[in-house]
């Protein structure tokens, strides 16, 4: 009876400790918890066994048997809670098979006292040579492995020299010391912080592993000095204690690291809030791009962000950049003016693999085709993140085209490139190019309503303009019979002509103001140019004009009206002639390639460029001099082209001349439109 209560307080504190655990495994979902419980569990079970002892403290062999090999597997489940591969469930039960099958047998050999030698040899060669084999082949071999290899295998050789000797107790004690030992090494390793939990459960676990060699040698060298038995089951306490502080710790970091990511997202959704309200009120997009950049390199884990945006043409612009070195910054504007295109952009995305929703991580063997500037810093191996790796966030419009793109790289932390960290950046992104879009359709709204209101007037007064016009020009082409040559007749003449003059530009205002009907048919592009080259051959060569022509090979044809598209290459070509006059080098590139179901013209020349990309279109605007042009050329090739479904636009070349490019949608594409809306 006295033993039993002697027992008793442990096997109760053993008993709520267990609980503890069971309760915390229901709000903590870890394996590594599962481990530890049903090792305390296994504790437990050797305890209750040891309360039906008898006066001595033996036990018949079958509870000899349960208590030890529940203190043997005990120690099993603490090693393999602690080991390197101890989420991979696979591989922690197969150590645990391995290990645990020799155990239970050599316990087993033991208290039924068998003294069969090589079942212990084996078991033992097993136990302690079985594990630094088993680690070897499937996890490379780490300092951690190092350091306990050479404890496991030498317990095994002194184990096993021993049993050949018959002495199979010490194989079972270098099992229980081994197996309490080695997890305080272990744990130390896993948590590797001086805080009261980590300290209190390694050091109880080398207290615990070292309470079974110490009480041998004291069994032995002071048979009859009585040591209260709860004093060796101290150490025990101070690993479950240990291990329920860690629990507490771990969970504390978390909640502080929860509350410090919270407060950052906070910060980032109220910038980047700021942000969306001032792009939906219309603002200018390029006076945000550089806060948008500032603001994603502040609050999220990539410390480099540049914003590319599309501008006239297919060029591209720097307008927003963070976390860059100045030299750098100017190499990408001299990439974006020389060298990127929207087309990089489109081929960057997709080589890309998807991130999140809408945006792409792009390895750096592919990042190397486009010419990165990628940054300094090294990345330790890892499985989220390598040097020369980048983000795309690309910029789309309504209709799918490219207007952008957000580039990333260089994350503070690698495990955090995640769809969840994009996702705020994606709708960040998704705002911003929302706004270029509607910048832009804006832009061709008011164009097309300035271009409408100029054809209600024209309709208007055309007409009562060509009546005195024409009585003008009828009678002074009767005066010139009249008088004679000299002064008077010369300014007669040069009424005349500056009536006819006038003619022509009612002329273009009818034509510009005027609804045709358009007769479009399936025509090549190529025939079409070689027609107005060949029309304007003497003019081009009279103002020594070197002509460059690229034409895609198998281009498709185009449905268009081939008389009014005619008009849209004379005046391109005329333009571009009159822009370079007085000029040394004279060039005209006229390129023309399939992109999509779109057929895409360009018109180079080595021109000075023009004085307002955003004016080109617009009626009467012309930088010609004054009797050399009227304004209204680029202003009818834009309604032509409108009226053909495709896009026109105008921007400058770096470090001059200028560019106008032609979209039209190929006849396949505008077949099946028929087709479909058939």
């Known amino acids: 009876m006295a033993t039993l209560f002697d027992k008793l307080p442990t096997l109760l504190v053993l008993g709520v400790l267990v609980g503890i655990f069971v309760a915390l495994g229901r709000h903590v979902k870890s394996g590594r918890l599962k481990l530890w419980t049903a090792a305390w569990g296994l504790i437990f079970g050797h305890f209750f066994v040891d309360l039906f002892a008898g006066p001595d403290g033996s036990l018949p062999a079958s509870l000899g048997l349960i208590s030890d090999g529940f203190l043997a597997l005990s120690a099993l489940f603490f090693i393999a809670s602690l080991t390197a591969f101890w989420e991979n469930g696979k591989l922690t039960v197969g150590m645990l098979v391995l290990t645990g099958v020799p155990v239970m047998v050599y316990a087993s050999a033991v208290d039924y006292g068998i003294t069969l030698r090589p079942l212990y040899i084996v078991c033992l060669m097993i136990m302690f040579f079985g594990p630094p084999v088993y680690v070897t082949l499937y996890r490379r071999l780490t300092a951690e492995a190092v350091g306990w290899m050479p404890l496991a295998i030498a317990a095994g050789v002194i184990s096993i020299l021993r049993a050949w000797r018959n002495d199979f107790d010490f194989g079972f004690l270098a099992i229980l010391t081994v197996g309490f030992v080695l997890p305080g090494f272990l744990y130390w390793r896993r948590y590797q912080r001086w805080s009261p939990g980590v300290i209190t459960s390694a050091g109880g676990f080398l207290l615990w592993g070292l309470v079974f060699p110490i009480g041998a040698f004291m069994d032995w060298r002071w048979p009859s000095l009585h040591i209260n038995p709860e004093l060796w089951n101290t150490p025990k306490l101070f690993v479950a204690f240990g291990m329920i502080l860690t629990l507490l710790e771990d969970k504390s970091e978390f909640l502080e690291w929860a509350s410090e990511r919270e407060g950052k997202l906070n910060r980032q959704l109220q910038r980047f809030a700021g942000i969306t309200s001032r792009l939906l009120t219309g603002v200018q997009v390029n006076s945000l791009c550089q806060e948008i950049a500032e603001s994603i390199a502040e609050t999220s884990t990539f410390q480099r962000a540049i914003i590319v945006l599309s501008s006239e043409g297919r060029g591209l612009t720097l307008a927003g950049h963070a976390g860059f070195e100045p030299q750098v910054v100017h190499q990408i504007e001299r ?63 309504g209709g799918g085209t490219y207007v952008g793109v957000v580039a990333l790289d260089d994350p503070r932390d690698v495990a955090a490139v995640s769809a969840e960290e994009m996702s705020k950046i994606e709708l960040l992104a998704g705002d911003l190019a929302v706004t270029i879009d509607n910048t832009a359709l804006h832009r061709q709204l008011v164009r097309s309503e300035k271009l409408a209101a100029i054809g209600q007037l024209v309709a208007g007064v055309a007409h009562e303009l060509n009546n005195p016009l024409a009585s003008i020009v009828g009678y002074s082409e009767l005066l010139t019979d009249e008088i004679e040559a000299g002064p008077p007749r010369q300014k007669l003449d040069k009424m005349i002509r500056e009536a006819q003059r006038m003619r022509r530009i009612i002329e273009n205002l009818l034509r510009f103001a005027r609804q045709n009907s358009l007769e479009k048919k399936s025509a090549n592009i190529q025939v079409l140019l070689q027609d107005v080259l060949a029309l304007r051959d003497y003019h081009i060569h009279g103002h020594q004009v070197a002509i460059e022509v690229h034409v895609e090979p198998g281009l498709p044809q185009v449905a268009l009206d081939e008389d009014q598209f005619k008009q ?30 779109r057929v895409v013209m360009s018109f180079d020349d080595s021109g000075p460029g023009f004085a307002n990309t955003n004016r080109v ?17 680029l202003s009818i090739c834009y309604g032509i082209v409108k009226e053909h479904g495709g896009d026109i636009q105008a921007t400058n070349l770096d470090p001059h001349g200028a560019r106008v490019t032609l979209e039209l949608p190929a006849y396949s594409a505008v077949s099946a439109e028929v087709a479909t809306a058939d």
């Open 568 to 597: 849209i290459l004379i005046n391109l070509l005329n333009n571009s002639i009159d822009a370079m006059e007085g000029m040394r080098s004279k060039r005209i590139r006229v390129e023309a390639l399939r992109r999509g179901d």
């Open 617 to 633: 279109f617009d009626p009467f605007y012309t930088t010609k001099p004054v009797g050399k042009g009227t304004g209204l050329g």
């Open 335 to 397: 990439r974006c003016a020389r060298i990127w295109t929207v087309d990089h952009i489109a081929a960057a995305c997709g080589l890309g693999a998807r991130l999140g929703q809408n945006s792409l991580l792009l390895k750096a063997s592919d990042a190397d085709k486009f010419g990165p500037v990628p940054s300094s810093q090294q990345f330790d191996p890892n499985p989220y993140w390598e040097h020369g790796n980048v983000v795309l966030v690309p910029l789309q419009s």
